[in-house]
T-cell receptor
Framework: QKEVEQDPGPLSVPEGAIVSLNCTYS??????FMWYRQYSRKGPELLMY????GNKEDGRFTAQVDKSSKYISLFIRDSQPSDSATYLC????????????????FGTGTKLQVIP | DGGITQSPKYLFRKEGQNVTLSCEQN?????MYWYRQDPGQGLRLIYY???????QKGDIAEGYSVSREKKESFPLTVTSAQKNPTAFYLC????????????FGPGTRLTVT
């Protein structure tokens, strides 16, 4: 079983829809959660990050973490064609000590297509 | 503008040749990373470096080598020993002890025939 599971999609939605992207994880040591957006043939771009359970909002994006269920989500409101990309979840056990190595585990990504 | 640059964007090599991928950052980040991305797979860590003149193997280091002579630079060499080198290679950096987020470069697509 992979440490992080993410549905690869593709997920096709009409413009203006609310999009829900999800990841599940098995490692209870994960404390830090990130979402990246990756356009085709480009590097991943950090969208949001959060430490705690609950919701974090940034414009049209909301990141949700449920540590008890080991489940994280990214919601996109009023989706636009420019949101069409692959979305990667990523997580790590927080390490803030000198010489401490932070391993980030990535999901395989969900491909999203927003249709005009 | 601060950021990470990778060059070239596309690289073509014949089988049996070594090739070096460039990664430079001007973010003053301490830690740098090399990942490989293949279709249907998550990013896999090749090598990482937390400080100058020090680096550690990641999960798939075989057939790769790195150096970290300067804080800003972390080049990756794909050697002829790497059995399946065709992939999208991503370099990332992070500010140690300050944040957990990794920032990525634009990537290099390597094709070996």
């Amino acid at each position: 079983q992979k440490e992080v599971e993410q549905d690869p999609g593709p997920l096709s939605v009409p413009e203006g829809a609310i999009v829900s992207l999800n990841c599940t994880y098995s490692n209870s040591a994960f404390q830090y959660f990130m979402w990246y957006r990756q356009y085709s043939r480009k590097g991943p771009e950090l969208l949001m990050y959060t430490y705690s359970s609950g919701n974090k909002e940034d414009g049209r994006f909301t990141a949700q973490v449920d540590k008890s269920s080991k489940y994280i989500s990214l919601f996109i409101r009023d989706s636009q064609p420019s949101d069409s990309a692959t979305y990667l979840c990523a997580m790590s056990a927080k390490v803030r000590i000198a010489g401490g190595y932070q391993k980030v585990t990535f999901g395989t990504g969900t491909k999203l297509q927003v249709i005009p | 503008d601060g950021g990470i640059t990778q060059s070239p964007k596309y690289l073509f090599r014949k089988e049996g040749q070594n090739v070096t991928l460039s990664c430079e950052q001007n973010l003053n980040h301490d830690a740098m990373y090399w990942y490989r991305q293949d279709p249907g797979q998550g990013l896999r860590l090749i090598y990482y470096s937390q400080i100058v003149n020090d680096f550690q193997k990641g999960d798939i280091a075989e057939g790769y080598s790195v150096s970290r002579e300067k804080k800003e630079s972390f080049p990756l060499t794909v050697t002829s020993a790497q059995k399946n080198p065709t992939a999208f290679y991503l370099c990332a950096s992070r500010q140690e002890l300050v944040s957990d987020e990794q920032y990525f470069g634009p990537g290099t697509r390597l094709t070996v025939t």
